[in-house]
């Protein structure tokens, strides 16, 4: 009896250490998928023989910080992807906007932790768009021997731009150059403002794979694995998916967009209007609905008028007609104010839609610590607040207590209301990626 309770004793002990060691195992394969999941390991080798890369970076000012910081995203990418180092494959930079400058020729460095370090702080210029001084800086420097360029392996330079070139001709012979030096070159449009042409015209054949757009920087972080592998594998060729559009997703959310619009007397009639004009071209990308995005819309000046309320801006014509018969104001900058009356007015009851609002000023506030206060009020309410700036004489620290964090992502600044006008489009892709973003986001989370 005592060795038969023995031995049942110990088949259960051995029953308890088999299952320990599969529980085990099970959680070490578990967390080995998840590990692998969260670094995106590609399914197959890439870059097997030695390679030279050069990314080449748009840093117009037509670029968004954050979105400029996507593009260095993108190239870390492709860094923590890839054997760095002397007999495997060199990383360059170049940044270029009104001049195109080396911000990492490709011997600098071997480290991958070091040169990731680098590219995050490789910084923006916020000027024109001079592709060919890019293109022209591979073959006079990038791509010499004098500047790490190693012969007889794969020379590789990615283009990445948002708009059309300052000098369409000389893009196309600096290109050709490129190419006729035996430098393969991938032309990444991104976004709606891109020259199909100019640069289908820029990349090597085949143009199938050479020449690739996404519709916004977004977009680009999304299919840099698709990216990653049509450079790196000469024989695949796997269609990126050029579909996501911000627009689009702007018409598949549900969510309160309030704008409220300066109507102070530093801002004309003529220019009043084009700030009205370009709030039509926004919501014209919106799809609009009660069940969908609703629309509301004030003008503040030292007094406050409100056009459009929410709950009846639910039809786009009858927005459009309302926006298009709002009355110049006049007077001082009461921003405080026309706050004050979002919070007790338009956002003061709950809701389980998201609420976003949208203001706009060409100036300083008459009170800055009541404005600051009432904004912080909203915030705190869950509302997510795009503060746009407009002319020289705005408050760049006011625009940033104002707006939603990281300010950086919700302050947009134009020179005037005529470049305001120019990149509407601009304007409406970046407010509609941060509202899609944080909509979707939220209901992950619900």
Known sequence: ?????????????NKRRNMY??????????????????????DFKC????????????????????????????????????DIGENEVRIGVVNFSKNA???????????????????????????????????????STMFTTEMGARKNVRHIAFILTDGSSQEPKK????????????????????GNETNK????????????????HVSNFSALINEKGNIFKISCTKNYRSQVNTEVNTEEGCKNISADVFFLLDSSTSIIQDDFTKQLNAVEDIIDTYSIGSDKMRIGLSLYSNTYKQVIDLKNGVEKSTIINKIRGAQYLGGGTNTGNALYKVITEIY????????FLIIFTDGQSLDRSFTITEAKKLKENGVVIFAVGVGPFVDQDELNAISSNPSEE????????????????????????????????DQECQ
């Open 410 to 441: 919700f302050v947009l600044q134009f020179v005037n209301m005529d470049q305001l006008s120019e990149k509407v489009k601009f304007l409406s892709n970046k407010t509609c990626t941060k509202i899609t973003e944080n909509t979707q986001r």
């Open 101 to 139: 400058e080396p911000s990492i020729y490709l011997s600098e460095f071997n480290d991958k932790l070091k040169l990731k370090e680098r590219v995050l702080d490789v910084s923006q210029e916020h000027e024109n768009t001079r592709t060919a001084s890019a293109l022209n800086l591979l073959t």
């Open 197 to 212: 042409e100019e640069l289908k015209g820029i990349a090597s054949q085949p143009k199938t794979s050479h020449y690739i």
């Open 1 to 13: 009896m005592h060795v038969y309770a023995n031995k049942s004793q110990q088949d259960l002990s």
């Open 47 to 82: 870059f097997e023989e030695k390679a030279d890369i050069v990314f080449v970076l748009d840093g117009s000012g037509s670029i968004w910080p954050p979105d400029f910081r996507k593009q260095l995203e993108f190239v870390n990418y492709f860094i923590d992807h890839i």
């Open 348 to 355: 003061h009851e709950k809701s389980s839609r998201n609420r």
């Open 21 to 42: 060691r599969v529980f085990v195992l099970t959680l070490i394969l578990m967390i080995s998928m998840q590990a692998q999941c969260l670094i995106d390991i590609p």
């Open 171 to 190: 893009t196309q012979l600096a290109a050709k150059k490129c190419r006729d030096a035996n430098i393969e070159l991938f032309a990444i449009g991104i």
